[in-house]
């Protein structure tokens, strides 16, 4: 990343290079700033590595930055979590932002999981995630996005965040939520008057065999959802697989994303279901 970090009020990075070693995947991580590894788990054995980022300040404010750089070198596994939602604070001094940019090697695998944003009223802020697969190379990819508290009387009627989560030449899905954009919040052909947005994303760089089936099951299993939809896009590089889930609870929508993914790691990777410890917790 081009950053330059001296400009940002209060900047972060970490840097995360996952590294099969035999049969086991090693992490590597180097930061700057309030941005850190906070432990690397392995409950699924030496091959898989759950790594836990936390942000101690607890939330971005106008003008910090976090940068979160990963890289899967050929045949790792990596799962990156965090411990607690990432709160985006009222904005008295330009833009909040956190960007992600993520490389998959050959037959790597990765694993972007973060617990959920929440947008408080007067947010000025960016969240963006670019991911970049190499041949062979596979990945999963969540984000939950909550606008407002409204459950605590606290609703978004100031304020703009923008959503940007890209596999480099597979798909890409950008667009600023803006309080002032009534259309797009409350409009049948938005959100609907609802206030929490999920997505799931799979993306490989080969096709996909039998994704009929799977796409029959996932929608059986997302039937008690009026508000989701799974949609499979074809590609000349590769295929993705994306699901949508609109509602009023973060809990809700997180765990209709969660047994969703557990469908997909079982029959797109051979994985039995592994949720991060620090979900639980």
Known sequence: MSTDLASVRWPARLQLSAVHDGAATRLRARH???????????????????????????????????????????GAHLLVTTPAATRIYRS?????????????????????????????????????????????????????LALGLPAAGQHFRRGRILQHLEVEGLWRDRGWLDAADAALLDGPCGLAGHRVLGSLAYAQTETMAGGEEL?????????DLPLSGITRLLRPQGTVLLARVLGDEVEAVSAALRRLRALWRQQLWGLATAEPRVWST
């Open 32 to 74: 700057q700033g309030p941005l850190r590894l906070l432990k690397t788990l392995y409950p699924e054995g030496p091959g898989v590595a759950h790594a836990v980022i936390v942000h101690p300040p607890g939330g971005l404010v106008g003008g910090d930055r976090l940068d979160i750089e990963l890289e899967v070198r050929p």
């Open 92 to 144: 008295n001094a330009g833009e909040a932002a956190q960007c992600v940019e993520a490389r998959v090697h050959e037959r790597g695998r990765l694993e972007w999981l973060p617990q959920e944003t929440l947008a408080f009223e007067g947010c000025e802020a960016r969240n963006e995630v670019r991911l970049c697969l190499a041949a062979g190379a596979s990945l999963i990819a969540s984000e939950v």
């Open 215 to 223: 796409l029959e099951q996932s929608r059986r299993l997302m039937a």
